[in-house]
C-alpha cells in the first residue's frame, strides 16, 4: 500500500482552512527558498524523513518542540509557519437577482446597480456591478473615477463613449479601459440593456 506522506497529490481535496496542512505548505515553501532537500531539512531538525514528509504534506500535527526545531533549521520564526493559515479567505455567493441594490452617480439617471461582491481588508478593491437600463432610464454625464473599468455587454446595445472614442456595443462585446478619463453611455439604442462594470482601484484611491 502507497504510503500518502510520499504521495505528491496527499493534498488534493484536503480543506483549505487546514492548520497542518497550512503549516505543511509554510514548511516546504521555506525549505524549497533554501535549496534544501527533504533529507537536508530532516538532518537540520532531527527529524526523521518519513515525519518531515507527513509535516510537509499536512497528515500529521507537529508538535511545538518540532516547530522550534524547523524554525531553527530554516531560520524564519515559528510564527512564520501560522501565516497561511491566519489570512482571511473571502468569497462572496450572489444569487440571481440578489444582488445589493446600491446608490451611484449614475442612480438619478435610472441607472440601476447591484453589487455582486466586495472586498475585505485588501488594498486592492474589485467591485463587480450588474448594471440595468431600461425606459426610464437616461443618458448620464459622462462618469469619472479612479482605477480600471471591465465593461461586458449582456443584453440590449448602446454606444459607449470613453474620452473622445464612442463605442458601439452589441451582446458580447467588451470594453476595457482607464476609469480617470471620462466615460458612460452616450446612446442607448436598443432597451433593456443590461452590462456587467468591474472596476478596480487602490483602497488609497477615490472612486
Known amino acids: 500500500m502507497k504510503d500518502p506522506s510520499q504521495d505528491p497529490h496527499a493534498l488534493e481535496g ?15 515553501e521555506y525549505r524549497t527558498k533554501l535549496g534544501m532537500t527533504v533529507a537536508d531539512l ?4 532531527k527529524l526523521s524523513h518519513g515525519m518531515l514528509s507527513k509535516i510537509e504534506n499536512g497528515v500529521t500535527s507537529p508538535s511545538l518542540s518540532t516547530l522550534q526545531a524547523l524554525s531553527r ?5 515559528v510564527t512564520a ?3 497561511k493559515f491566519e489570512e482571511q479567505r473571502d ?13 451611484r452617480r449614475g442612480t438619478r439617471a435610472g441607472h440601476q446597480y447591484q453589487l455582486l461582491g466586495h472586498t475585505i481588508g485588501k488594498s486592492l478593491v474589485v467591485e463587480p456591478y450588474l448594471v440595468t437600463l431600461t425606459e426610464e432610464s437616461d443618458v448620464f454625464p459622462l462618469f469619472q473615477h479612479a482605477g480600471l473599468e471591465f465593461i461586458y455587454l449582456l443584453e440590449g446595445e448602446v454606444a459607449y463613449r470613453h474620452s473622445n472614442k464612442l463605442y458601439p456595443m452589441k451582446p458580447g462585446d467588451s470594453l476595457y479601459f482607464d476609469a480617470d478619463a471620462p466615460h458612460g ?3 442607448l439604442i436598443k432597451l433593456p440593456i443590461r452590462l456587467l462594470s468591474v472596476i478596480v482601484y487602490s483602497r488609497a484611491g477615490d472612486n
Open 14 to 28: 484536503a480543506p483549505e482552512n487546514s492548520l497542518e496542512v497550512a503549516i505543511g505548505r509554510q514548511v516546504r
Open 42 to 45: 530532516g538532518r537540520q531538525a
Open 73 to 77: 533549521a530554516l531560520n524564519v520564526p
Open 81 to 83: 509557519f501560522f501565516r
Open 91 to 103: 468569497a462572496t455567493f450572489v444569487k440571481a437577482g440578489e444582488g445589493l441594490l446600491i446608490e
Open 185 to 187: 453611455p452616450e446612446e
